[in-house]
């Protein structure tokens, strides 16, 4: 099982970056996939999730609004855009892949708000 993320850098406060996760080793489409992410010195937070039934989405209230997830399950990846950036969005972001007892985990990318 691997969930590879990318796309993470250094991006002025109002810009804007996607993440990409690629998963590989399990079937993707019927896990739910997750965003997370973890600020320095603080625990890990939950971002966004997409449910692999349906699509639905949720969002954290920090990122509502401003983050959008989605998944291509042709390609076995999930995405997450992220637009008008703050500086406290600043942190490591990690994928997560969820179903019952099953949860997998991306090394994760770091996202650096900073002027």
């Known amino acids: 099982v691997q969930l590879v993320e990318s796309g993470g850098g250094l991006v002025q406060p109002g810009g804007s970056l996607r993440l990409s996760c690629a998963a590989s080793?399990?079937?993707?489409?019927?896990?739910?996939m997750n965003w997370y992410r973890q600020a320095p010195g603080k625990e890990r937070e939950f971002v966004a999730r997409?449910?692999?039934?349906?699509?639905?989405?949720t969002y954290a209230d920090s990122v509502k609004g401003r983050f959008t997830i989605s998944r291509d399950n042709a390609k076995n990846t999930v995405y997450l855009q992220m637009n008008s950036l703050k500086p406290e969005d600043t942190a490591v972001y990690y994928c997560?892949?969820?179903?019952?007892?099953?949860?997998?985990w991306g090394q994760g990318t770091q996202v650096t708000v900073s002027s």
């Open positions: 997409m449910y692999s039934a349906g699509g639905s989405v």
């Open positions: 080793g399990f079937t993707f489409s019927r896990y739910n």
């Open positions: 997560n892949a969820h179903k019952y007892a099953q949860d997998y």
